[in-house]
């Protein structure tokens, strides 16, 4: 009998994702956390951050065409996009299909996670060498609270509330995020399962929707992370998501579309029960009204 080697994460105390692996390409302990690129059987590469599932080759479409292109599209002509976290370059990537884009920041506290990337994740990393991204490694909340009036999106890809992610779903970020962006700027944040991060949902929705003037929810399948199913919180300036302003829809998504992106702030009644949404709150009126 053949020897199987396989990874699990635990999502929860009791509920763990095993992939079987064939071989671990890349391994290191930075300064910041514990990097592994796994080969696995079922998805492909994937990236594990401290013992989470950040990415694998097969589904990582969901997650990065659902983070990018509804606040891409939301806004009218996004032309300075930055990047918190996402050292992989799977968001770069996506904001990379927009001609309108004249300049991307990348702005992720770990260079070990983009060497990983570079060398492991082709697929993934390909838009790293765009000639309008520049990419610095610096903690996401010490350089919100230095720059004003730069940004018409913010998209913070990072990971879990633990450790040196943990600034990026509070409310003085949320603040500086405000700050930075534009007349017309959108922010969109990861903002974990509704089913296994409930707490941490609802306070980063409050917080978001306390900064903005508009706050909405949407929600994305995603495979490989707890509970199968992904939140994303959006705030603007101006704009609502559910009239998207963009006219430019890059080729060849997977899944992401103009259908996709209104089906995604349908919101079934736990989460809007989780987030208190009621009648006359922004979200439901405008869904409503439509
Ligand atoms: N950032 C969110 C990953 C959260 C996964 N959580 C977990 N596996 N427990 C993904 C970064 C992709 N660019």
């Known amino acids: ?31 910041f956390q514990e990097i592994a690129v796994l080969d696995t059987v079922q998805c492909g590469r994937m990236l594990v951050l401290d013992g989470m599932v950040q990415t694998t080759v097969n589904d990582e479409f969901f997650y990065h065409e659902m983070i990018a292109h509804v606040p891409m599209r939301t806004h009218a002509a996004p032309r300075s996009v930055l990047v918190i976290g996402g050292g992989d370059g799977g968001v770069v990537r996506e904001i990379s299909r927009y001609p309108g884009v004249e300049k991307i ?47 018409d999106v913010v998209i913070v890809d990072s990971t879990e509330p633990v450790a040196i992610a943990e600034g990026l779903f509070g409310l003085p970020f949320y603040q500086g995020v405000f700050q930075s962006l534009k007349e017309g700027g959108v922010l969109v944040a990861q903002t974990e399962s509704p089913l296994y991060n409930r707490d941490l949902l ?60 209104r089906s995604a702030f349908a919101l079934p009644p736990f989460v809007r029960e989780l987030l208190e949404l009621e009648p006359g709150l922004e979200h439901q009126k405008i869904l409503s009204e439509k």
Do not use: N
């Not at 999502?11 to 302990?29: D, F, I, M, N």
């Not at 920041?105 to 765009?130: H, K, W």
């Not at 000639?131 to 720059?147: F, K, Q, S, V």
């Not at 704009?239 to 996709?260: N, Q, V």
């Open 1 to 31: 009998m053949e020897m199987e080697l396989w990874y699990t994460e635990k999502q929860t105390p009791a509920l763990g994702l095993s992939l079987k692996v064939k071989e671990t390409l890349y391994y290191k302990r930075s300064a």
């Open 105 to 151: 920041t990348l702005v992720e506290i770990d260079a070990g996670v983009v060497e990983a990337a570079r060398l492991f994740l082709p697929e993934i990393s390909c838009a790293l060498d765009d000639a309008r991204l520049e990419i610095i490694y610096r903690d996401g909340g010490e350089y919100i609270a230095a720059h004003q009036d730069a940004f």
């Open 202 to 261: 609802r306070a980063s929705y409050r917080r978001i929707s306390a900064v903005f003037p508009r706050a909405f929810l949407y929600l994305c399948p995603v495979p490989t992370y707890p509970s199968g199913l992904w939140s994303f919180t959006l705030a603007t300036k101006l704009y609502s998501p559910l009239e998207p302003a963009g006219d430019y829809l890059p080729a060849g998504l997977r899944y992401y579309s103009p259908e996709m992106h």
